[in-house]
Each structure stands twice: as C-alpha cells, then as structure tokens.
C-alpha cells in the first residue's frame, strides 16, 4: 500500500511526534518567558527588601547601600544573613530576620538595631496568624509591633522580654497571647545573636 500524508496521519508515531512537537514548543516558551522576565522579578524582590530595611532604620543612621554590604553569619548551625548599615564609613548599624513559633505557624521578624544592640525597628516578614487577632502584629493593622523601639538587652532585663501576662514589659492581644509571645522571644533571641556576634558583624573581630 502506498504510504501517503493521510495514511501518515492516521499512525500512532505521527501523533505521537506531533504532540511531542507541540510539548516542546510550549516548553520552550515558556522557559524564553522566565528567562524575560526573571532579572524584572529579581529587580522587584531587591526594592521590596531595601524598603522594609529601611522600614526599621532611622533616617540618617546609614548612608551606605545595605544590599551590598551583607555578612553571613554562622549561629547555632544556621546560616544568618546580616546587612551592615554605615555611617560615613564606620559601621552604624545591623538589620537581620529571626523567627519563631506563632499560633498558626512560623513568625518572621526584621530587625535592626543599631551598632551598641538597641532596636531601632522591628517589622513581621511573614506569618499565619489569625486575621483580626494575630495580626495585630503587623504595623499596618496596629502600633504594637513599635514597642520594641529603643529597646536592649541592656536597659530591659532579661525577665522583661516576655509579654505582661508573663510578668514581662509588652502588651498581649486579647484572646492571642501566643503571638505576641513569639515575636517577643524573636526579638529577644535576634538581640541576643546579635550580641554574640557583635564583633564579628561590625567588624572589629580579628
């Protein structure tokens, strides 16, 4: 029988080919597509983060590019990424995340500090709490989250970082004490990372 394009057609490997064509097409596209806009994506990622940076800094502690001035810190195992802020070229500042354990999941924390351990601003980067409750945490929804604001391990024992329910300085939320609790012990534990690595972070270890 001669072979023509209809007989062709009406073969399995002739589908077969084809939808195999039609995979690698769409592939394709879909990887040029990534490839466009991934350094957008990227480009998106680093302004987001420069600006909750800047979010627990004073104006005029650091006049240095923090995205391009990071250390990596080894604490317990974990790998801590820290952004150094400077101040005509002397080291100023500290920003860096810590997290903890809420009611609904895993509360990250932005905090910075500035060169003696003192908070200068704490923000949430990521949580699951209850909405209208737990999420009194955010600075959009509420004031509580600058409490932290000034600050230290060294003006506030270490008994006084827990919330009031606990004998500690900051305020709970009514029918959420958990959470408030987590971001306390995140704040307390990032100030006392910092603390232990103080020298190597600003630069003085040698």
């Known amino acids: 029988m001669q072979l023509t394009l209809e007989n ?8 077969g080919a084809l939808l195999g064509f039609f995979t690698l097409m769409t592939s ?10 991934l350094p957008a994506i990227e480009q998106a990622a680093r302004d987001d983060l420069k600006v909750s940076l800047l979010q627990v800094l004073p104006e005029g502690l650091a006049d240095n590019d923090l995205l391009a001035d990071t250390l990596s810190v080894v604490d317990q195992g974990v790998s801590r990424t820290v952004y150094r802020g400077r101040k005509a070229g002397a080291f100023s500042a500290a920003v860096f995340d810590y997290s903890a354990r809420g009611y ?19 923000r949430v980067l990521k949580h699951a709490e209850t909405p209208g409750l737990g999420d009194k945490i955010e ?27 606990d004998g500690g300085e900051f305020d709970q939320f009514a029918g959420a004490t958990i959470t408030p609790r987590a971001v306390v012990k995140a704040v307390k534990e990032g100030l006392q990372f910092y603390a232990a690595h ?3 972070i600003s630069g003085e270890a040698k």
């Open 8 to 15: 062709l057609r009406e073969r399995i490997p002739y589908h």
């Open 28 to 37: 394709a596209a879909l990887i040029g597509a990534n490839l466009v806009t």
């Open 198 to 200: 103080r020298a190597e």
């Open 139 to 165: 600075v959009a929804k509420a004031d509580w989250i600058r409490s932290f604001e000034k600050k230290s391990l060294e003006n506030l024992s270490l008994p006084r970082w827990a919330v009031k329910k």
């Open 104 to 122: 609904a999941g895993e509360i990250k924390v932005l905090i910075g500090v500035d060169a003696a351990g003192t908070v200068m601003g704490v």
